[in-house]
């Protein structure tokens, strides 16, 4: 942990925002001041990683995650049901070994007509004046899928291949995300 703090950083870092603020409602003394401290320690021990136990996260949330300024690091239970999405038309056969887990191309046109869609939905969510579970019905309102819904399929799909490939890729990032995934377990299990 950082021992010289600026004042830009400790307001940046240490600020108790108003959603954290409620979490302390029911706490006095020592206890409030400890359990303020311990959450803000949390989000910066986890700064920019989101790290979750996952028997497969969505592509969505992949795309969320990435737009949002943070990256998604699940720890993958069903690791041998997961596909690689290939980068472009006219590569089916290029990897030879993976063809298995290889699945449809990526819709690169999908994405960019729709980027600037996904940055609004993105925006909304981090400035607070869009609720989560909103943007999640207006995209799958009747049964039809939004096609900004679709778009962040696509983004999210790229984000989860390039991921998946890390993942299996490095032992050592294997073992941040479980060695995450325990501090999030602890933090849940001390609040």
């Known amino acids: 942990m950082k021992r ?3 004042v830009k950083e400790l307001i940046e870092y ?6 954290e603020l409620a979490l ?7 206890t409030r001041l400890g359990f303020a401290v ?4 949390f989000q910066l021990e986890t700064k920019l990683k989101n ?7 969505s592509e969505v949330a992949f795309a969320f995650c990435h737009l949002l300024g943070f990256e998604l690091m699940p720890r993958l239970k069903a690791i041998g049901r997961q596909k690689l999405y290939r980068p472009c038309v006219g590569m089916s056969n290029s990897y030879p070994n993976l063809q298995p887990v290889l699945t449809r191309p990526i819709n690169w046109e999908l994405i960019r007509q729709k980027y600037d869609q996904m940055v609004k939905y993105a925006t909304a ?4 004046t869009a609720d989560p579970e909103a943007i ?8 039809v899928k939004h096609p900004t819904y679709q778009a962040l399929g696509e983004l999210g799909k790229v984000i989860k291949t390039i991921f998946l490939c890390r993942y299996l890729h490095s032992e050592e990032l294997r ?8 501090v999030v377990e602890n933090w849940n299990s001390t609040s």
Do not use: C, M
Request: charged fraction near 25%; aromatic fraction near 10%; glycine fraction near 10%.
């Open 4 to 6: 010289n703090w600026e």
């Open 14 to 19: 240490w600020t108790l925002l108003p959603s």
């Open 24 to 30: 302390l409602g029911n706490k006095t003394g020592a």
């Open 38 to 41: 311990s959450l803000k320690y």
């Open 51 to 57: 790290f979750v136990d996952s028997h497969g996260q």
């Open 125 to 128: 969510l981090r400035l607070g």
């Open 136 to 143: 999640l019905r207006r995209f799958t309102r009747a049964n």
């Open 175 to 182: 073992r941040e995300i479980n060695e995450g995934l325990n």
